[in-house]
C-alpha cells in the first residue's frame, strides 16, 4: 500500500509540473478596404480542444501584436476582432517556433449576413468605452458582479463597495443602460449574479443630456453598464437564500427578475443580523441633511455612520436589517422609456463604546474619557422615476422625480469625565437622551435639450427642485458637575420639539455655440439657484409643579429663516480634435446670505457677496492604452449660518459655541492631474494621480479652553492651509503556463495636509503626512485552488510649529490572505484572514487581533442549488480598537462588535434568460 501511495504522489507530481514550453506569436492586423493599421483590435488565443482562453492582447497604433507565454497545449485558435469588422480566426499547431503571421486583413462587417457568431473576445476597445466579455475571467461559484469586476484589470473593489477604475471612483452603474435600484451601486454589484452578464462597459459619467448632444463628460468618475444580450433578455431569473446559526444569528434573501427585452421588472427582499446593511448610506444623509456626514465600516463588520453630530440607522455595534425593493423599466411607445423603483430598509442596532483622548493645550495636556451606550432604529422609504422622452432626433426631455420618508429612534446614555495631567477631576457629566425624528422630502429633476444643426449647437434647459421637512422630538435629562476654583452644577430636564424645513430649486441654461466645425465651441451658461431653510427648535424645561414640560427655555430655543440665493454667470470654450479635449470656463458669482430670527432680532443678518470662479481641464489620449488628464478649478466657499450668526450655543455645557459676523467666503484653489496606462501585450497596468488643494480665508474653529477645561469656540479665517496626495497602482499578470498563473498588485498613496489652528488663542501651523504603502498577490491554478495574500502599511507623522507640542509617529499593519480550494468539482472552500496590528494604542485596548472567516459550500441540483457552512470569526478575536490623532488630540476608542458564530444555509438560483440554439426573426444564433 505504501508503495502505492508513493507511485500515484509521483505520477500526480509528473503530471501537475509537466514541463510547459513557450509559445510566440505575432503579426499585424490591417483593413482590407485601404490596408492601414487598426489600432486597439483585440487578438485572443483559444485552446482549439475546447475553446478555452489562453492569452489574449489588443494591437498597438501600427496593429502590431505579440502573444507570449508557456503552455503544454499545442494546437490553438487565435481569433481577431474589431468594431465594424469580420472577426478572423485561424487554427494553429505550435511546433516550439516563433509564429509571424505577417499581415492580417480585416473585412468590413455585413450587418444583413445571416449568422451572427456571438463574440468570444475578452477585452473590445470603443471610442470612449472599455468593454470586457465576462465569460472570460474566472471568478468563484455562484459569483456575483461584485466578484467578477474584482478580477478585471485595473478595477478596485473595496470592503464597502467602492468601485475605482485605474484611481478613478465609479459613481453609476447602469443594466442594459438603464437604472437599477436608484442610485445605490452595491445593490446591483452584489445581486446580479455572473452568469446572467454578458458584458462589462466601462466609460465616463455623463448625464443623459450630455449623451444626447455628445458632450464630454463634465467629470472624472466612470459608469459602469451591464449589458445582457438581446437573445438572452427574455425570461426569468433569481436567487433565494437562508441561513441559521448559533448565537441566534440568521439571514435570508431573495430577488426575483423577469426580463422581456425592454420590459423589466425585478424585486427583491431580505434581513439579516450580522450586520449587512440593507440601505443605501447616500438615501439616508440625504433625508437627514444639513450637517457633516461620516461612515465608516471597520473590519469586523461593525458599521458607524453619523449626520450633523447625531447617530442615524445601524449605528455602531451589532445590526438587524430588513429591506424589500421593487423596480420597472420599460418602454412606452417608440420616445418615451420609463423606469421607477421603490426601496424600504429597516434596521436596529445597539451598541456600547469607550473612549480616551489625550487634548493636547500649548501649555500642558488633559485627558477625557467616556462610556456610552445606545440603541437606534430606523426605517426609510425611498421612491425613484424617471422618463426619458425622445421627441425626435432634436430634442430630448428628462423627468426624475422621487420620494422619499424617513423615521428614526435613538436611546442614549453617556458618562463622561475630564482630568488634568496629575489625574486630578476637573469636571464629569451625566446624559440620557431619547430622539424622535421624522424626515420627508420630494425632488426633481428636470431637462430639456433642442439641437441645432449637425455641428453640435445646441440650447439645454435644466431644473431641480427639492423639499424636505424634518421634524424631531428631543427629551434630555442631563447633569454637569464642575469643579475648582467656581465649582457649577448644571442640570438640565428638558424636551425640544424640532423643526426644519428647507425648499430650493437651481436653474442652468446653456447654449452652445460651434466656431469651428465640430472642434472648437463656446457654451454661454447661466446658473441661478435659491435655498431658503426654515429652523424652529422649542425647548421646554420641566415644571415641578404642573409635572410637565411647560417652561420655555429661550437660550437654547432657535426660530428663523435663513435664505441663500446665488447667480452665476459663466462663458466655457470647448476644444476637441482627435486624441486632445480641452476646456476654460469663467464666471461671476453674486451671493446674497440673508437671516431673520425671530427670537433675536438683533441677530439678523444680510451679506452679499461677489466672488469669480474658474475651471479648466485638459485631456490627452497618447493611445487606447495611455492617457493624461488635467484639472484645475477656483471656487467661493461662503461660511455657513452657524459660523456667521453671534448666537450663542449652550446646548453643550461642556462646549459653548458662538458665530462671527466678519468670516469673508474662502478661496479654494485646486488641482488634479492623471496618468493612465494598461499594457494588454505584457498584461501589465500602472495608474498615478497627484492632486492638491490650497484654501485662503479659510474658516476654522477657534477654542479656548480654561481652568476647569470648559471650551468656548468661536470662527476665524486663517490662511496658507493646503493639502497634496500622489497615489500609484500597479498590476501585472504573468502566465506561468496555461493553467499557473500569478496576478501581481502594488500600490503607494501619500498624503499630506498643512492645516493652521488656534489653541487657547495660540496660533500654530500642524503638518500631517500619511504614507500608505500596499502589495497584493494572487496564484490560480485553474480549477484547483487560487490564494491571494495581501499587506496594508502605514505610516503617520504629526509635526507641530510650537515647541508647546511634541511630534507624534505612529505604524499600523494590515495583513490578509484570501484562499479559494476547489476540489473536488462540487466543493468549494473559501478562507478570509485578517491581521491588524496598531501598537500605538492605549494600554487597556487591544492592540492586534486575527480575523478569520472561512465557507464550505457543496453544489447540488445541477449546480442551482449550494449548501454552504459558514464560520464568522473563527478565532474569536474580532475587535474594533483603533486610534484617531489630529492636532488637538490622540484618541482612542472601541466599541461593540460582531462575535463568533457559525452558520449553515442553503441558497437556489434559476434562470430561463435565452436558451442554446434559440432561433428568432430568422438569424441563427450560434453559441459559443
Known amino acids: 500500500m505504501k508503495n502505492l501511495i508513493t507511485c500515484i504522489v509521483l505520477l500526480c507530481t509528473v503530471a501537475i509540473f509537466a514541463q510547459s514550453k513557450p509559445y510566440q506569436i505575432s503579426g499585424t492586423i490591417v483593413s482590407e478596404t485601404d490596408n492601414t493599421p487598426l489600432e486597439s483590435a483585440t487578438v485572443y488565443l483559444e485552446r482549439a480542444k475546447d475553446s478555452t482562453l489562453v492569452t489574449y ?116 452603474i447602469l443594466v442594459n443602460g438603464k437604472p437599477f435600484f436608484g442610485d445605490d451601486p452595491t445593490i446591483t454589484t452584489r445581486s446580479l449574479t455572473k452568469d446572467i452578464i454578458e458584458k462589462i462597459q466601462i466609460t465616463d459619467t455623463k448625464t443623459k443630456s450630455q449623451a444626447f448632444t455628445g458632450e464630454e463628460s463634465t467629470g472624472d468618475d466612470k459608469t459602469i453598464n451591464l449589458t445582457i444580450s438581446k437573445e438572452n433578455n427574455k425570461g426569468v431569473f433569481g436567487r433565494v437564500s437562508a441561513g441559521g446559526g ?13 426580463f422581456n427585452n425592454d420590459r423589466r421588472i425585478s424585486v427583491l427582499a431580505g434581513g439579516n443580523n450580522i450586520n449587512s446593511l440593507g440601505f443605501s448610506f447616500g438615501e439616508i444623509e440625504k433625508m437627514f441633511g444639513g450637517g457633516k456626514a461620516s461612515y465608516r465600516m471597520g473590519p469586523g463588520g461593525q458599521v458607524s455612520y453619523s449626520i450633523g453630530g447625531r447617530s442615524f440607522g445601524g449605528g455602531q455595534g451589532v445590526t438587524t436589517s430588513k429591506n424589500t425593493g ?23 442596532s445597539d451598541d456600547k463604546s469607550s473612549k480616551e483622548r489625550e487634548n493636547i493645550l500649548p501649555d500642558e495636556r488633559y485627558f477625557t474619557r467616556s462610556e456610552s451606550t445606545s440603541s437606534n432604529q430606523s426605517e426609510n422609504h425611498k421612491a425613484n422615476l424617471e422618463f426619458e422622452i425622445n421627441i425626435d432626433t432634436t430634442l430630448y426631455i428628462n423627468i426624475q422625480p422621487s420620494i422619499g420618508y424617513s423615521t428614526n429612534k435613538r436611546e442614549y446614555d453617556e458618562y463622561e469625565n475630564s482630568s488634568d495631567d496629575t489625574s486630578v477631576l476637573t469636571n464629569e457629566s451625566t446624559t440620557e437622551s431619547f430622539v424622535e425624528s421624522t424626515a420627508k422630502s420630494f425632488e426633481n429633476e428636470f431637462s430639456i435639450t433642442k439641437k441645432f444643426g449637425t455641428k453640435g449647437s445646441f440650447l439645454k434647459f435644466e431644473l431641480n427642485n427639492e423639499f424636505r421637512s424634518n421634524t424631531s422630538d428631543d427629551f434630555l435629562n442631563s447633569q454637569t458637575e464642575i469643579y475648582g476654583n467656581t465649582p457649577e452644577t448644571i442640570t438640565r430636564d428638558q424636551y425640544t420639539d424640532g423643526k426644519n424645513d428647507n425648499n430650493s430649486f437651481d436653474t442652468e441654461l446653456t447654449y ?41 427655555n429661550t437660550d437654547l430655543s432657535t426660530n ?34 440673508e437671516n431673520k430670527d425671530v427670537l433675536r432680532p438683533e441677530l439678523d443678518l444680510k451679506r452679499n457677496f461677489n466672488t469669480f470662479s474658474a475651471s479648466s481641464r485638459f485631456r490627452y489620449q497618447f493611445s487606447s492604452k495611455k492617457s493624461f488628464g488635467f484639472r484645475y478649478s477656483l471656487r467661493s466657499r461662503v461660511p455657513q449660518l452657524s459660523q456667521l450668526q453671534p448666537f450663542t450655543d449652550i446646548s453643550n455645557p461642556l462646549n459653548i459655541r458662538i458665530g462671527n459676523p466678519n468670516l469673508v467666503p474662502s478661496n479654494e484653489h485646486s488641482i488634479n492631474m492623471n496618468f493612465n496606462s494598461f499594457d494588454f501585450q505584457k498584461g501589465s497596468g500602472f495608474y498615478s494621480y497627484l492632486w492638491s488643494g ?48 500569478i496576478k501581481l498588485r502594488l500600490g503607494l498613496n501619500v498624503n499630506t495636509n498643512k492645516n493652521i489652528n ?46 508647546q507640542f511634541n511630534d507624534t509617529k505612529f505604524v499600523t499593519h494590515w495583513l490578509g490572505i484570501e484562499t479559494t480550494t476547489t476540489i473536488p468539482k462540487q466543493l468549494e472552500w473559501n478562507n478570509n484572514i485578517t491581521y491588524t496590528y496598531n501598537p500605538n494604542i492605549a494600554d487597556g485596548f487591544q492592540k492586534s487581533a486575527w480575523f478569520w472567516n472561512s465557507t464550505v459550500s457543496y453544489s447540488i441540483m445541477k449546480d442551482k442549488g449550494m449548501i454552504s457552512l459558514k464560520a464568522y470569526d473563527l478565532l474569536n478575536q474580532n475587535t474594533n480598537a483603533r486610534r484617531v490623532t489630529n492636532e488637538n488630540y490622540i484618541e482612542d476608542s472601541q466599541s461593540t462588535v460582531l462575535q463568533q458564530y457559525f452558520m449553515i444555509g442553503f441558497s437556489y438560483k434559476f434562470n430561463t434568460l435565452g436558451k442554446a440554439g434559440e432561433v428568432r426573426k430568422g438569424r441563427r444564433f450560434r453559441r459559443f
Open 57 to 172: 492582447t489588443i494591437t498597438d497604433e501600427n496593429g502590431h501584436f505579440k502573444l507570449e507565454g508557456k503552455s503544454s497545449w499545442k494546437k490553438f485558435r487565435i481569433n481577431v476582432s474589431f468594431i465594424g469588422s469580420k472577426t478572423y480566426s485561424k487554427l494553429i499547431n505550435y511546433q516550439n517556433t516563433p509564429i509571424n503571421l505577417q499581415t492580417i486583413k480585416l473585412a468590413d462587417a455585413n450587418l444583413l449576413d445571416e449568422v451572427l457568431i456571438k463574440s468570444r473576445s475578452p477585452i473590445t476597445i470603443k471610442k470612449d468605452t472599455l468593454e470586457f466579455n465576462v465569460s472570460s475571467f474566472k471568478t468563484k461559484k455562484d459569483a456575483n458582479v461584485e466578484d467578477v469586476l474584482k478580477e478585471l484589470p485595473g478595477v478596485e473593489v473595496d470592503e464597502n463597495g467602492k468601485i475605482t477604475v485605474n484611481g478613478k471612483e465609479v459613481s453609476k
Open 246 to 258: 448559533t448565537d441566534k444569528r440568521w439571514e435570508g434573501a431573495g430577488m426575483f427578475n423577469y
Open 326 to 348: 421593487f423596480n420597472y423599466a420599460d418602454k412606452i411607445g417608440k420616445k418615451i422609456d420609463i423606469s421607477t423603483d421603490y426601496f424600504y430598509s429597516n434596521s436596529n
Open 512 to 552: 452652445r455655440i460651434p466656431i469651428i466645425g465640430k472642434e472648437f465651441y463656446i457654451d454661454l451658461q447661466h446658473e441661478y439657484s435659491r435655498d431658503k431653510n426654515e429652523n424652529i427648535k422649542s425647548t421646554y424645561d420641566f415644571n415641578d409643579t404642573a409635572q410637565d414640560f411647560t417652561d420655555f
Open 560 to 593: 428663523y429663516e435663513y435664505l441663500n440665493k446665488t447667480s452665476d454667470q459663466g462663458v466655457r470654450l470647448n476644444y476637441r480634435k482627435d486624441k486632445i479635449y480641452f476646456n476654460l470656463r469663467g464666471s461671476h458669482v453674486y451671493r446674497v446670505l
Open 694 to 741: 490650497l484654501t485662503n480665508n479659510q474658516v476654522i474653529a477657534k477654542t479656548t479652553i480654561d481652568e476647569n477645561f470648559l471650551r468656548s469656540t468661536t470662527y476665524a479665517n486663517v490662511n496658507g492651509t493646503y493639502q497634496l496626495g500622489i497615489g500609484s497602482g500597479f498590476n501585472k499578470s504573468i502566465k506561468i503556463d496555461s493553467v499557473k498563473t
Open 758 to 803: 488656534f489653541n487657547n488663542d495660540v496660533k500654530y501651523a500642524s503638518k500631517n503626512t500619511t504614507i500608505t504603502p500596499n502589495m497584493s498577490l494572487t496564484f490560480e491554478w485553474k480549477d484547483l485552488f487560487e490564494i491571494r495574500p495581501n499587506y496594508r502599511l502605514s505610516f503617520a507623522n504629526n509635526t507641530f510649529d510650537i515647541d
